[in-house]
């Protein structure tokens, strides 16, 4: 009787593990590897989306900026390869209209330059350690960068003679966002905490909850959350009013290097030190894929913004580098449509006269 129980007890342990890794295996397809962008001679540090999901931005250790082709006919194929830096290439970023690309390098040093032929337009070496993050303002008019040495600065991309305005934080930053006022700032730094600062550097709000260093930090796109990726392996999620957490996301086995929002605000791809990359669902708080067909260290993800792609950046064991391109099973939303407004001058729709069925007519 004990043996008939205890085999029934292995077959229902087989078909949870065979069901187990049928889910896995279908998760895995559904996220399949596309294709890898080639081309690069060392491993990436950065890779950023055109806003219209037409171009891919690579970066890294071979000093190099690359920029190709991301939408069909001619998916991959380069259409330039910018030189300059002479370290690695550590973040990148598309202005909002796409006309430009910014780059930030283990130099110091910041370069900007027009996305449709290569045309350097800002060069700046202000900072005196490596760059962490660039990002432009909406009207592509100014560009922001943090340093590891523990400021940010604001550059006119228009008046390019007129003068750097600089914010001290003290503290090698990691990463940063504009507040959603516009009238402060969050950073990410090697304290383990998330700072709300001002334009002045002070400190007017704190963030605490991670254990470890904090790496990268990105606002939703409705700003009313803030999504962190730490050292101590964990992304939190957190509340910007009340300043709490609101969910904490695990899973990663090593450091979380970088996360970034789908356009939807729902989910959240995450790389990490593990070589992992993971796309999470935020409201289940879970994970729902993990890609990890080729690359080891992986610095960076991205989604497109149709939600379709998510392009990483790697390290490969192979002279030949380049962007890892996904698939995902994910689109983005379609919009609301609204109904047309009538026409200028139109006649006013008549009104519906009251019906007279089932009364009776006055004589």
């Not at 890898?36 to 190099?64: C, M, N, Q, Y």
């Not at 606002?219 to 959350?225: A, F, R």
Request: glycine share 8%; net charge positive.
């Amino acid at each position: 009787m004990q043996v008939s129980k205890v085999r029934n007890m292995r077959k229902h342990i087989i078909w949870v593990l065979a069901l187990f890794c049928s889910v896995v295996s279908a998760q895995d397809t559904a996220y399949a590897l596309k294709m890898k962008f080639t081309g690069h001679s060392r491993s990436l540090e950065a890779v950023a989306f055109s806003p219209d999901g037409k171009w891919i931005a690579s970066g890294g250790w071979d000093k190099e900026l690359r920029l190709y082709r991301a939408d069909t006919p001619n998916i991959g194929s380069l259409k330039m390869n910018l030189t300059g830096p002479y370290s690695a290439i550590t973040c990148l970023r598309f202005s909002a209209d796409g006309s430009m690309i910014a780059s930030g390098s283990k130099d110091f040093t910041i370069r900007v330059y027009k996305t449709a032929d290569g045309g350097l337009v800002y060069s700046s070496a202000v900072h005196t350690e490596s760059i962490t993050q660039v990002m432009f303002d909406p009207s592509g008019k100014f560009l922001m960068s943090s340093s590891r040495d523990g400021s940010l600065k604001m550059h006119n991309l228009v008046d390019t003679k007129a003068p750097v305005n600089s914010v001290k934080y003290g503290s090698p930053i990691n990463a940063f966002a504009m507040a959603p006022n516009g009238k402060s700032l969050y950073v990410a730094s090697n304290k383990g905490t998330i700072d709300n600062i001002s334009f002045k550097g002070a400190v007017i709000r704190s963030f605490t909850g991670h254990s470890d260093e904090v790496n990268y930090l990105e606002l939703s796109p409705d700003k009313k959350t803030m999504a962190t990726a730490s050292s101590d392996k964990n992304i939190i999620i957190w509340d910007l009013v009340s300043g709490k957490e609101v969910k904490k996301l695990t899973g990663h086995t090593w450091k979380v290097t970088s996360l970034n929002y789908s356009v939807d605000g729902k989910y959240l791809v995450s790389s990490c030190n593990d070589g992992n990359t993971m796309v999470w669902d935020i409201d289940a708080g879970k994970s729902v894929a993990t890609l990890n067909a080729m690359g080891t260290n992986a610095r960076c993800a991205v989604f497109s913004s149709d939600m379709t792609r998510i392009a990483v950046a790697t390290h490969m064991e192979s002279t030949n580098q380049g962007v890892l391109l996904y698939k995902t099973p994910l689109r983005k939303p379609e919009p609301v449509k609204k109904a047309p407004a009538p026409a200028k001058g139109a006649a006013p729709k008549p009104k519906t006269a009251p019906t007279t069925a089932g009364t009776k007519t006055k004589p």
